[in-house]
């Protein structure tokens, strides 16, 4: 693994793969915009100081991509209300701690007595159920096709009186999709996340080139892949001749991981769902499908239509969201809202926009100087 690392991050390739970019951005003259929508995409451009590398006709904008900045205010209210009203223990991932609902974080809730217990999976969720009949545990499941397909799983095989699952997930062609039809963002390229195109493949995307005329590259994560993806796009651009490419073969293969793709075909329905700040999205999302409504949260308890908000005032999660602002364009960034006392879902996690500029952005100033 440290070989394969180590050829990725090569500093002769990198050297290569940059003057073969500027060459292909001195051809196209104008000024290109590609939109990442991953997390763990951002956290590793800024890492790696891939933006100051790029010429400045090219700049990389982060989508909508972090699993937890993207969960609305509104299902944390919901998964609130059911803990309160059915004296549920939920169980989530520790980035969904300090999210900000309507009201309070789940962290909140739990220091005013809540049972709340951080998971690493949705498998220590059931094992807690499992042991502890005495307790109705609830797992809070977010995320995109990287997680919902382990949720999948577990919802195909669980069978415990004393569990149930909130889904709040979400689905990037989707996702894609509905940021091509906005008329408010201007980008020219797409680099789709690699680990979601481990399980879904490169055929979901295929539509994109097809119906939108507009390019994809799948990429993954080290410095020569997010620069390969790159120059792979500014090469479909200038040719204009826009497809999927694949570029992260090592990991990804067009059909994807069929297994995975059957389970969370069984275990989901595709639905419309909630986005932080964005409203409902069509078709976005998965809910689980009728087949498993024993184990659905939504449908084993009524919930009532709740009054909340998705966002505190001054936070513009909703635009840091669809690449249309930049974190240190909110008024709040590193003044009321930091990483150790987040206003907004994007400081949360360190997969979110505000956090990653928040930890490497002083760092990288200091470093390019
Ligand atoms: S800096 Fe904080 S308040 Fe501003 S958009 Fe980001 S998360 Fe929201």
Same mark, same amino acid.
């Given at each position: 693994m440290k070989n394969v690392t180590q050829k990725y991050r090569n500093k002769e390739t990198v050297k290569s793969l940059v003057e073969k970019i500027r060459e292909e951005a001195k051809k196209i003259e104008k000024k290109v915009t590609i939109m990442h929508v991953c997390g763990t995409h951002e956290h590793d451009i800024v890492k790696a100081g891939i933006r100051a590398l790029l010429p400045k006709n090219v700049e990389l904008i982060a989508g909508p991509g972090c699993p937890t900045c993207c969960v609305s205010a509104l299902d944390i209210d919901e998964v609130l209300w059911l803990a309160d009203h059915h004296n549920l223990t939920i169980t989530t991932f520790g980035d969904m701690m300090r999210v900000p609902s309507s009201n309070e974080s789940l962290y909140q809730a739990q220091a005013r007595g809540m049972d709340v217990r951080v998971v690493y999976s949705i498998a220590d969720a059931v094992n807690i159920a499992r042991t502890h009949p005495d307790l109705d545990v609830l797992f809070f499941s977010v995320g995109f096709e990287t997680t919902s397909c382990i949720t999948a799983?577990?919802?195909?095989?669980? +069978?415990?009186?004393?569990?149930?699952? &909130? *889904? *709040?997930?979400?689905? %990037?062609?989707?996702?894609?999709?509905?940021?091509?039809?906005? +008329?408010?963002?201007?980008?020219?390229? /797409?680099?789709?996340?690699?680990?979601?195109?481990?399980?879904?493949?490169? &055929?979901?995307?295929? /539509?994109?080139?097809?119906? /939108?005329?507009?390019?994809? !590259?799948?990429?993954? /994560?080290?410095? %020569?892949?997010?620069?390969? *993806?790159i120059y792979s796009l500014l090469k479909q651009i200038r040719t204009d001749s826009p497809t999927v490419s694949n570029d992260y073969k090592r990991y990804v293969k067009p059909e994807g991981n069929v297994a995975a793709i059957k389970a969370?075909?069984?275990?989901? %329905?595709? !639905? +419309?769902v909630r986005w932080r700040g964005l409203g409902t999205w069509p078709l976005s999302g998965s809910e689980i499908s009728e087949d498993y409504a024993h184990i659905d949260a939504k449908k084993r308890f009524s919930i009532p239509k709740l009054e909340g908000k998705d966002l505190r005032s001054k936070c513009r999660c909703d635009e840091i969201l669809i690449g249309k602002t930049k974190p240190q364009e909110c008024p709040l960034f590193m003044k009321a809202c930091r990483p150790d006392h987040p206003v907004g879902a994007c400081m949360v996690s360190h997969e979110g926009t505000c956090n990653v500029a928040a930890t490497y952005g002083s760092f990288l100033e200091e470093f390019q100087e």
């Open positions: 799983a577990e919802v195909l095989r669980v +069978d415990l009186p004393n569990f149930s699952i &909130y *889904s *709040s997930h979400k689905l %990037v062609p989707p996702a894609m999709r509905l940021l091509l039809q906005r +008329d408010d963002i201007e980008f020219q390229g /797409f680099l789709a996340p690699g680990h979601v195109s481990t399980i879904i493949g490169t &055929y979901p995307y295929e /539509f994109i080139p097809r119906e /939108f005329h507009f390019p994809v !590259s799948v990429g993954g /994560f080290e410095p %020569v892949d997010i620069l390969l *993806s969370m075909e069984k275990a989901f %329905v595709v !639905s +419309d």
